[in-house]
């Protein structure tokens, strides 16, 4: 990879990292209403796959999905102005943490039903498969969700169908508070289903966006060219509990050392290093992410909240509600 995309990669994950931040910080404030499923340390997964799509390529993720948000085009002001219950929001508050959308870059949400959008994803497939688009959609879920019947009939239907689908699994691990090796009949709980659906599956250090970007690239250009869909497992690891008001303590504190000694923005700057690319461009793009972020923060806690009329918008397809008020 070039030094400057590699640069762009670093800069992207470092935005998340402090957006992830920011947000934990502004939960303890009591600034930030309902739940938040933070995403730091999966930051490579969103970054490596997004560096590796089509700008049309149509992206599912779960309520863990404040990293690909931002990985396609919503800006932190965006995400954390949707937290805090602000017009300025990316769904002008009627989302929050756990529903982020941005329709524009074909981010076509995030939902907090374990599996749910696998089937979503395998229908925005078909439909490019039929519309001859050669787009591709991805679909980003948890280990937890490789043991929901939606996940093996979207697989199956897709491997049938031989559409333009990625399964990208983010195995933390854990489902909740539940290590997915104690209520998983296969090692890997995504790689090793695969072959059940007569598709390839792999296996991909999930916090070194460089070899998330390489094998998607390989996975959507088999895709693309007719050949069907890929599950693809990406090791990592959360950096913070499953949900705000977890302080995760069932985590072996030597596994906890151990993974974040494997933080995808030290292995990036690894490979800034080998790459030749001096202290000072990586240190600049640290000090853009941290303005970036503060002045997000600062116009998130400075916007007002969503006019009460707008409740009523945006609720149904056809866009109102006068004939079911
Ligand atoms: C169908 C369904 N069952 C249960 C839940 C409750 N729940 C929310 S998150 C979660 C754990 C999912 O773990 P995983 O898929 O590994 O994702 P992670 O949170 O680790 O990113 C569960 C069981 C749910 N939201 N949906
Ligand atoms: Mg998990």
């Given at each position: 990879?070039?030094?400057?995309?590699?640069?762009?990669?670093?800069?992207?994950?470092?935005?998340?990292?402090?957006?992830?931040?920011?947000?934990?910080?502004?939960?303890?404030?009591?600034?930030?209403?309902?739940?938040?499923?933070?995403?730091?340390?999966?930051?490579?997964?969103?970054?490596?796959?997004?560096?590796?799509?089509?700008?049309?390529?149509y992206v599912f993720a779960?309520?863990?999905?404040?990293?690909h948000?931002?990985?396609r085009?919503?800006?932190?002001?965006?995400?954390?102005?949707?937290?805090?219950?602000?017009?300025?929001?990316?769904?002008?508050?009627?989302?929050?943490?756990?529903?982020?959308?941005?329709?524009?870059?074909?981010m076509?949400?995030?939902?907090?039903?374990?599996?749910?959008?696998?089937?979503?994803?395998?229908?925005?497939?078909?439909?490019?498969?039929?519309?001859?688009?050669?787009?591709?959609?991805v679909?980003?879920?948890?280990?937890?969700?490789?043991?929901?019947?939606?996940?093996?009939?979207?697989?199956?239907?897709?491997?049938?169908?031989?559409?333009?689908?990625?399964?990208?699994?983010?195995?933390?691990?854990?489902?909740?508070?539940?290590?997915?090796?104690?209520?998983?009949?296969?090692?890997?709980?995504?790689?090793?289903?695969?072959?059940?659906?007569?598709?390839?599956?792999?296996?991909?250090?999930?916090?070194?966006?460089?070899?998330?970007?390489?094998?998607?690239?390989?996975?959507?250009?088999?895709?693309?060219?007719?050949?069907?869909?890929?599950?693809?497992?990406?090791?990592?690891?959360?950096?913070?509990?499953?949900?705000?008001?977890?302080?995760?303590?069932?985590?072996?504190?030597?596994?906890?050392?151990?993974?974040?000694?494997?933080?995808?923005?030290?292995?990036?700057?690894?490979?800034?290093?080998?790459?030749?690319?001096?202290?000072?461009?990586?240190?600049?793009?640290?000090?853009?992410?941290?303005?970036?972020?503060?002045?997000?923060?600062?116009?998130?806690?400075?916007?007002?909240?969503?006019?009460?009329?707008?409740?009523?918008?945006?609720?149904?397809?056809?866009?109102?509600?006068?004939?079911?008020?």
């Amino acid at each position: 990879m070039e030094p400057a995309a590699l640069l762009a990669l670093y800069e992207r994950m470092a935005l998340i990292r402090r957006t992830e931040k920011a947000a934990h910080d502004l939960f303890l404030q009591g600034l930030v209403k309902g739940t938040t499923h933070l995403a730091a340390g999966h930051e490579a997964i969103a970054v490596g796959a997004s560096a590796a799509l089509r700008d049309d390529d149509y992206v599912f993720a779960t309520y863990r999905g404040h990293h690909h948000a931002m990985a396609r085009g919503a800006t932190p002001e965006e995400c954390l102005a949707e937290l805090m219950s602000r017009a300025t929001g990316l769904c002008g508050a009627k989302g929050g943490s756990m529903h982020l959308t941005k329709a524009a870059t074909n981010m076509l949400g995030s939902y907090a039903i374990v599996g749910a959008h696998l089937p979503m994803a395998v229908g925005a497939a078909w439909s490019a498969k039929l519309r001859g688009t050669g787009q591709l959609a991805v679909a980003f879920f948890g280990d937890g969700a490789t043991n929901i019947g939606a996940f093996h009939e979207a697989l199956n239907l897709a491997a049938v169908w031989k559409l333009p689908v990625l399964f990208v699994c983010e195995n933390n691990l854990y489902m909740e508070y539940t290590p997915i090796a104690d209520v998983t009949a296969v090692p890997r709980p995504a790689a090793d289903r695969a072959p059940a659906y007569g598709i390839p599956g792999e296996v991909v250090d999930g916090n070194d966006a460089v070899s998330v970007q390489e094998t998607v690239a390989r996975l959507a250009r088999r895709a693309r060219a007719g050949d069907g869909p890929a599950l693809l497992e990406a090791e990592t690891y959360r950096h913070f509990g499953h949900s705000r008001s977890d302080p995760a303590t069932y985590r072996p504190a030597e596994e906890v050392e151990r993974w974040l000694k494997h933080d995808p923005l030290d292995i990036a700057r690894g490979r800034l290093v080998e790459a030749g690319v001096p202290e000072e461009r990586v240190t600049e793009a640290d000090e853009r992410a941290r303005s970036v972020v503060q002045e997000a923060v600062d116009a998130a806690k400075n916007a007002p909240p969503p006019d009460p009329r707008e409740a009523f918008t945006d609720v149904w397809a056809d866009g109102g509600a006068a004939w079911r008020t």
